[in-house]
């Protein structure tokens, strides 16, 4: 069984809908992936840069973008790269943060503090078994023999 229906914007469309289907057709959900940043090596730039030198007559450049898929801006940022450095310049850069330079005497340092810590805390059991032992010997008696203190 099927109906007719029309549209009321325009009388001339009209659509079958069958009432077979129990549901309308919908599109897919899915979310595509995004395609990844595209990487140019040097040995590519220098090649389409002398295709696009080699390119004369007008429409020739154009062609060339649209068969490798390139825009314009693609080029003339490599042109300038080239004029700035050859090679240096059409190397691909590192993105992202920078990593800051090393301290030649930053491992010293860490070491010493190290060795700081570990020997404050030598000190402080050593000086927490001195006051028990004080304490032991006032409770049992015992006298203690006077500090001589140095003069400097």
């Given amino acids: 069984m099927q109906f007719e229906t029309k549209s009321i914007h325009s009388p001339k469309q009209s659509s079958q809908v069958s009432m077979t289907d ?3 057709k919908r599109p897919d959900p899915e979310v595509l992936e995004k395609k990844p940043r595209r990487r140019f090596t040097t040995k590519y730039k220098l090649s389409i840069l002398v ?9 020739d450049i154009g062609e060339l973008l649209r068969r490798e898929g ?7 940022t490599w042109q300038r790269q080239f004029k700035a450095g050859a090679l240096k310049g059409l190397a691909p850069k590192k993105r992202g943060r920078k990593k800051l330079a090393v301290n030649p005497l ?19 059991q050593a000086e927490t078994i001195i006051e028990v032992q004080k304490k032991i010997s006032e409770i049992l008696g015992i006298s203690q023999p006077e500090k001589k203190e140095e003069s400097s």
């Fill in 70 to 76: 390139l825009y314009y801006s693609n080029i003339r």
């Fill in 51 to 59: 295709e696009v030198d080699a390119c004369s007559k007008p429409g």
């Fill in 106 to 124: 930053a491992k010293r340092v860490a070491e010493l503090e190290r060795d700081n810590t570990r020997l404050a805390k030598k000190l402080k």
């Fill in 22 to 24: 129990k549901e309308p």
